[in-house]
T-cell receptor, first 113, second 112 residues
């Protein structure tokens, strides 16, 4: 059973547009949500993260919106750049789980110049 | 600079053969993990360790063993490699719980 779900599976936007990547989860004990960015042939790299006590986290062009009641998150990438083309993974962690992350299947983002 | 180094970066193995994937970190992190990545499935946890000489089963441990001989090193062992174990394997390390693990660059394993 997939505990973390992501949509869409693939997303194409034009340069300068805002890309919105969605994530939802099942387990209400999850309290930490990192988003990873992965380029082909590389390992996942932390992009931005949020804790369940917050409803928004911003870092430059990247913003996470978090709705605890609905168990949903979204990653907004404003002014998308071709260099943002990558696969984005939403992950979830319980503080008691020794860092064991549950990953979504990822969203492949393509930004067209 | 914090880093997780995996070796080899790619490997071709025969069905039924033994495969060992190695991971080394110099981050002074206590926690280490092995994940498997398959297309359409994200990353799934195979084994992890929070102290040297001890390993724990993750979500998909069947067919895999792990070894943590020191804080810096964590190996994943496939005693009898099977076709279904063809995947990309990632090692990660973590220093503080409820933070984001740092991932290595991965090992692409093809079992033929």
């Amino acid at each position: 059973q997939q505990q973390v779900r992501q949509s869409p599976q693939s997303l194409t936007v034009w340069e300068g547009e805002t890309a919105i990547l969605n994530c939802s989860y099942e387990d209400s004990t999850f309290n930490y949500f990192p988003w990873y960015q992965q380029f082909p042939g590389e390992g996942p790299a932390l992009l931005i993260s949020i804790r369940s006590v917050s409803d928004k986290k911003e870092d430059g062009r990247f913003t996470i919106f978090f709705n605890k009641r609905e168990k949903k998150l979204s990653l907004h990438i404003t002014d998308s750049q071709p260099g943002d083309s990558a696969t984005y993974f939403c992950a979830a962690d319980r503080g008691s789980a020794l860092g064991r992350l549950h990953f979504g299947a990822g969203t492949q983002l393509i930004v067209i110049p | 600079e914090a880093a997780v180094t995996q070796s080899p970066r790619s490997k071709v193995a025969v069905t039924g053969g033994k495969v060992t994937l190695s991971c080394h970190q110099t981050n002074n992190h206590d926690y280490m993990y092995w994940y498997r990545q398959d297309t359409g499935h994200g990353l799934r946890l195979i084994h992890y360790s929070y102290v040297a000489d001890s390993t724990e089963k993750g979500d998909i441990p069947d067919g895999y063993k792990a070894s943590r001989p020191s804080q810096e090193n964590f190996s994943l062992i496939l005693e009898l490699a099977s076709l279904s174990q063809t995947a990309v394997y990632f090692c990660a390390s973590l220093g503080t719980i409820n933070q984001a693990p740092l991932f290595g660059e991965g090992t692409r394993l093809s079992v033929l």
